[in-house]
């Protein structure tokens, strides 16, 4: 049994999905779209990215906007970084914000990652990335360095990467982090970033396949979540 077939047993018929971006998720979103076209479930999805919609809508699965969908099912997307507790580093497919509000909308956040995601500390793969609205470059720039980090812009052909939200992305440049709550409290404060890559207490199973071929590895549930 490979994370994907897992993460599917665990969607029920008629129910709200929100579907992630990155290379696991995507394989999730195929794999999902099979059962619909089949017949074999029934459900509607809100997705993390446009990049990710429009795989959805090529797959068959029906879309909603977060408007319409309310309290989703359950959200199943990738990681960057899982840490023992389950915390996660996420955001280096640039959909983070995106990816937040949406498992923050979510009753479930189901996460798949390859083994090598797994590390003892967050910040271990020293990249952190943080979305900020154009305007506030400067200052965000001029405080992140204050605050330890190494902002590097996310450039892409030469130019500056835009999100979906029009915003641009910040790789900062980090150490394992000590207190991942405080930094994430010290990055909110500053006027211009919209959201981190700092994903603290969201995920409720973490499915850990082979990072080759997905087979699963591992299983792993937040203490106390279902």
Do not use: W
């Amino acid at each position: 049994m490979t994370i994907v077939e897992r993460a599917l047993q665990l969607v029920r018929n008629d129910s709200q999905i929100g579907l992630g971006s990155g290379r696991a998720a995507q394989a999730f979103v195929r794999a999902l779209g099979e059962r619909v076209r089949c017949g074999d479930l029934r459900v509607a999805g809100v997705a993390t990215s446009e990049e990710t919609a429009r795989l959805a809508q090529a797959e068959g699965i029906p879309l909603l906007n977060l408007a319409d969908a309310g309290l989703l099912d359950m959200t199943v997307d990738g990681a960057d970084e899982v840490d023992p507790e389950l915390n996660l580093i996420k955001g280096y497919g640039r959909a983070l914000v995106r990816e937040k509000i949406v498992a923050a909308s979510s009753r479930r956040l189901i996460i798949l990652i390859g083994e090598e995601k797994l590390v003892p500390q967050l910040g271990s793969r020293g990249k952190l990335p943080v979305e900020v609205v154009p305007f506030g470059l400067p200052l965000c720039d001029r405080r992140l360095r204050a605050l330890g980090c190494r902002p590097v812009p996310c450039v892409q052909e030469g130019r500056l990467l835009v999100t979906d939200n029009g915003n641009h992305i910040m790789d900062c440049e980090i150490a394992p982090l000590k207190d991942a709550g405080q930094m994430e409290q010290d990055l909110r404060a500053i006027p211009g970033v919209v959201g981190t890559g700092l994903f603290l207490g969201m995920a409720d199973t973490v499915l850990v396949g082979d990072r080759h071929d997905f087979r699963l590895l591992d299983e792993r549930h937040r203490r106390g979540a279902l």
